[in-house]
């Protein structure tokens, strides 16, 4: 069989590093490292499969970060571990792209291995190009998850125990007992032989991905003699003695040609349409939200509610932002999740504004809607200039040191007492929060009750009441 020799740079490669600062002939990989040999192979195979304009070459964060210096191709640098949710927005944004996430041990099998292990699990049409060095290269040489049993690194200075750190992760094994995938692949980066069986696996895994066949995963095992000691024969022979027995190089899964090309994803992106999804209920609504006009709000209007969990803060801020939303407002709602939700606090930023939102985490609040103690000692402070705290009465004492101006609200006994139900407090705010700022129309907030608490009759009217209670309650108060 004869076969092309390229001297010279492949067309995949730019002519001239240009990107690269200092040298602009040279990669900056060190000799007989794993990522020259993959780039290059990638660079010829991209122009014979006719790859090129349309191939997005992820840049990991590690030794190849630097991928775009060298690749004439679409590039895009990514957090370290994020290629594959990176690479699936692009290919599910344009079907007709070939994303490569390249990636090294690190990068997949550490940090971002949910990520990877869910684009497999989803059967993206993407080639996952994971490069097994056995170590942490670019940040010199920790142990990985593929580190080998008995392996010396920097953090393993007594070897690898397996005692402590357990097993090295066998990637491609794991991968290929997942259904979707159609290819999975190790391969090794040293003698000519393999390098050639490599050629052909990342040409195969490049061509599923053309043919939108899903998700493919090549492994090559590859040297980075500065972190093993060793010079690059050494390095080869280490990688085929030690790394090979325990990694078998061998095609694990091919099942594309049982596969039917990938459909683009179909999204709802009209305005119209996603609008109908979302307020499944808008037959409900009793108001006509094309007559309500656009309130009079200047700039931005930056609320934080916080409370208990359990006392619907996360629903108040969402009848907030539904609320503008539905007069034509920008709306963004920013929960507060994690361990506050059980029994401690919990908190949410909601941000309106009749242009668009620069950020939806609100730091400094206009407005601060707190319903339990810890809640105010902990944003009181953070309330802008000019700013409004309107709070539970019942569950908060107030000690308004930077005398702001501030509503107390008996939010959670007029709840229990007049509506019937405590968990109504919230309700009882909303209403206090509406008629203290005085710029948004009724008719929305009733519409935005309707549509959080979807076709629920009762728990519906207990709402309206509790929110016409809170009214009633500021307006003794802006008397
Ligand atoms: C979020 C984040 N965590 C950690 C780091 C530090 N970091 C940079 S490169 C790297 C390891 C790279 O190792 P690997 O993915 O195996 O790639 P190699 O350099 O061996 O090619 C780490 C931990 C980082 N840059 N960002
Ligand atoms: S440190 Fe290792 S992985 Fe990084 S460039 Fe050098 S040989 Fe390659």
Excluded at 37 to 46: C, D, N, P, S, T
Excluded at 282 to 290: A, D, Q, R, T, V
């Amino acid at each position: 069989m004869s076969r092309k020799i390229i001297h010279g740079r492949p067309g995949g490669f730019f002519d001239e590093y240009h990107r690269k600062p200092g040298n602009k002939t040279s990669t900056h990989y060190c000799p007989g490292c794993g990522h020259g040999i993959l780039h290059k192979l990638i660079a010829e195979a991209v122009v014979d499969l006719q790859m090129k304009d349309n191939t997005v070459f992820i840049c990991p964060v590690g030794c190849s970060v630097f991928g775009y210096y060298y690749f004439d191709l679409a590039s895009i640098s990514v957090p370290h571990g994020r290629a594959p949710a990176v690479a699936t927005g692009i290919v599910r944004s344009n079907p007709d792209c070939c994303v490569i996430s390249y990636q090294g041990d690190g990068d997949l099998g550490a940090i971002g291995f949910n990520e990877f292990i869910q684009a497999a699990n989803r059967g993206e049409n993407i080639a996952v190009f994971f490069v097994n060095n056995g170590v942490y290269g670019m940040t010199g040489g920790q142990l990985a998850p593929t580190t080998l049993p008995g392996q010396k690194t920097v953090t393993s200075p007594y070897g690898r125990s397996v005692e402590t750190e357990g097993y090295p992760l066998k990637v491609c094994e794991m991968v290929a007992a997942l259904d979707s995938p159609v290819y999975v692949e190790r391969v090794a980066l040293t003698s000519p032989k393999n390098i050639l069986a490599a050629r052909r696996a990342l040409r195969k895994a490049l061509t599923y991905m053309k043919e939108k066949k899903g998700f493919s995963l090549v492994e090559f095992l590859a040297g980075c003699p500065v972190n093993l000691k060793k010079n690059t024969r050494e390095t080869d022979e280490w990688i085929e003695k030690k790394m090979i027995p325990y990694f078998p190089v061998r095609c694990f899964k091919d099942i594309a040609s049982e596969r039917q090309p990938k459909c683009a994803p179909v999204g709802i992106y009209e305005k119209g349409k996603v609008k109908e999804m979302l307020l499944a209920t808008e037959k409900l609504h009793p108001f006509n939200e094309s007559e309500i006009p656009v309130p009079d709000l200047k700039g931005e209007l930056r609320v934080k509610c916080a409370g208990f969990g359990g006392q619907g803060i996360l629903s108040l801020g969402m009848l907030i932002a539904e609320g503008g939303h539905l007069q034509n407002l920008n709306a963004s709602w920013l929960p507060s999740y994690g361990p506050e939700m059980r029994g401690g606090t919990a908190n949410c930023s909601v941000v309106l504004s009749r242009d668009s939102i620069g950020s939806p985490i609100v730091k400094s609040s206009d407005i601060l809607i707190a319903m339990n103690q810890p809640s105010i000692d902990r944003f009181s402070a953070d309330i802008s200039k000019n700013g409004i705290i309107i709070y539970d009465s019942v569950n908060i004492e107030f000690d308004n040191k930077n005398k702001c101006k501030a509503y107390s609200i008996d939010a959670s006994l007029l709840a229990k007492d007049v509506v019937g139900d405590v968990r109504c407090a919230n309700s009882v705010m909303l209403g206090a929060f509406f008629e203290i700022i005085k710029v948004f129309d009724e008719r929305a907030f009733i519409n935005s009750i309707y549509n959080n608490f979807q076709n629920r009759e009762k728990v519906i009217e207990l709402n309206i009441k509790a929110f016409n209670e809170g009214r009633k309650n500021a307006r003794t108060l802006l008397r």
